[in-house]
């Protein structure tokens, strides 16, 4: 790995290098040595490099383009401050709205990246990785290219927006890339994908007063959500103004589309799995191009992790810093038993927020209890007017072990974390009975919830201890 003559060209490691004098310079240096190489400064790569160098470990983290990845500057930063300011009683006009939503994203980015720069044992590089093999990577730097050796390294390089060719202008067509870029709200934006991306821009431009169709091709908003949850928000979306066309192919045709001045595409996310060399060392993809880990985020090729919307488990900020300290654990702890894989709340910040956790199918099986309660029945929902919020829980018959939540309405994404914790906690739905929440907070429609829960329970254990026991009967007989 230290022979020159082994080292890659400018053709397979990226853009041409600007000074060759400089490059000269840094390929005839002797490749440096570091514990750690993280590839990749958002969510999960900044999680896993300060956790390393906290224990100790020297660590390089390589980005290629800005501190904070997506999260912080394309995504869950500028999105949110666009909602909340658009929320505002009295907005700011659209220019200094959007402008101050830029100001307010860079400023988080520059004060993180003076705060991670400072970090003991954590030196970054800014330019592009490539892995070589097992502990080498190369770094293609404005300045020429640098190998560092070392013993694990971590990708955490992210996803692209997925975009689609709607056959119009391309200057058009934007995704999350370009959207907090606008100088100007659009008079007419029509939205492609009625994932969280897309429901999010659509609620914010439409409290600006763009004029906001969404196009989903499924038939329903968030798919993948219960209907009914979906239902909710569709209801408020349309009551804010946006025009909702569901089972609809995008093309570049269809009315909305056409006569648009500006066309968010939100359909999805490719994983940044290209380009790094991983074919050629082993490393093994799934079908769409995410890098599959085991429990402990490691790859199919060992001390290789991955984390973050690359590998194949998150598509969220706080998922890939899951991922992240799983692996600072399995790193400096590696005989201590990592445990259950972690649990992801999902939530979208639209309103009502809608926030889920956990496995719930559109259709009940047997086994599983379904609770519903409208918040509209609690007394919180009662004096904030609440028409259409509801918390939904999935439960095992029996065991009360909680499988699923959904959750919609004011503060549903704070409401989630309840589920988090009792579940990543594995207490059964039945002990949450009797905890206080308090009154007249959202907490307390919960309590209410529980309330039915129990009742229903009581009524049932004869019936679900009869069908447990049947249930085992046949599948000992099946054994047999
Ligand atoms: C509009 C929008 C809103 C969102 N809102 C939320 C939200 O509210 N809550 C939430 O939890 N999630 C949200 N997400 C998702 C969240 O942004 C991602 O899940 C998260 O950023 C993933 O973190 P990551 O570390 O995997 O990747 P990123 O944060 O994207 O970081 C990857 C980094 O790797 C760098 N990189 C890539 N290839 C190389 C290479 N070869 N060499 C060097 N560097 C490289 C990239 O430049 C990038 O900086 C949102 C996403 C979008 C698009």
């Avoid at 739905?429 to 009154?439: A, N």
Wanted: proline share 7%; with cysteine.
């Amino acid at each position: 790995v230290t022979d020159a003559a082994s080292r890659p060209t400018s053709a397979d490691t990226g853009p041409a290098v600007s000074d060759p004098a400089a490059t000269d310079r840094l390929e005839t240096e002797p490749p440096r040595r570091a514990d750690v190489v993280v590839i990749g400064a958002g969510s999960g790569g900044l999680t896993a490099a300060v956790g390393l160098a906290r224990f100790g470990r020297s660590v390089v983290l390589v980005e290629r383009d800005r501190f904070g990845g997506d999260c912080t500057n394309v995504g869950c930063i500028p999105s949110k401050s666009l909602l909340h300011l658009t929320a505002a009683a009295v907005p700011l006009d659209p220019p200094s709205l959007l402008a101050r939503v830029r100001f307010r994203r860079d400023q988080l980015r520059e004060s993180e990246t003076v705060e991670f720069g400072a970090t003991p044992n954590l030196e970054t590089i800014f330019g592009a990785a490539r892995i070589v093999g097992p502990g080498d990577v190369r770094i293609q730097r404005p300045d020429g290219v640098e190998e560092i050796l070392c013993e694990h390294i971590v990708i955490a390089t992210g996803s692209r927006p997925r975009r689609l060719d709607l056959g119009i202008e391309p200057d058009r067509v934007i995704t999350n890339m370009e959207l907090f870029e606008l100088a100007e709200r659009p008079d007419r934006l029509a939205v492609v994908g009625a994932g969280p991306v897309g429901l999010e821009a659509a609620l914010a431009f439409a409290r600006m007063g763009s004029l906001v169709t969404v196009i989903e091709q499924a038939d329903q908003i968030l798919p993948g959500v219960l209907p009914d949850a979906a239902g909710v928000l569709q209801r408020s979306l349309e009551a804010h103004g946006v025009r909702v066309m569901l089972g609809t192919p995008a093309s570049g045709e269809l009315e909305p589309i056409s006569t648009a001045d500006t066309v968010l595409v939100a359909v999805g996310r490719v994983p940044n799995s290209d380009g790094l060399g991983l074919e050629e060392i082993g490393v093994d993809l799934d079908g769409t191009g995410r890098i599959r880990i085991d429990a402990r985020g490691e790859t199919s090729v060992e001390q290789i992790w991955a984390t973050g919307d690359v590998a194949d488990r998150t598509g969220t900020t706080h998922g890939a810093g899951a991922w992240g300290r799983r692996i600072v654990k399995s790193i400096v702890a590696r005989p201590v038993p990592i445990g259950a894989e972690p649990l992801e709340p999902r939530v979208v910040f639209t309103d009502p927020e809608v926030a889920t956790i956990g496995e719930q199918p559109a259709r009940v099986p047997g086994d599983v209890r379904r609770t519903r309660f409208e918040l509209a029945d609690s007394d919180r929902g009662f004096t904030d007017e609440i028409t259409g919020g509801l918390i939904i829980v999935d439960t095992r018959r029996l065991t009360g072990r909680v499988l699923g939540a959904t959750i919609v309405g004011p503060r549903a994404g704070e409401l989630i974390s309840l589920f988090s914790l009792g579940m990543h906690a594995g207490i059964p739905f039945h002990k949450w009975f009797g905890t206080v929440w308090p009154y007249p907070t959202y907490a307390d429609a919960l309590g209410r919830l529980l309330d039915d829960y129990m009742r229903e329970v009581f009524g049932s254990v004869p019936s679900d201890a009869a069908r447990w026991f049947t249930g085992r009967l046949r599948s000992l007989t099946r054994r047999r």
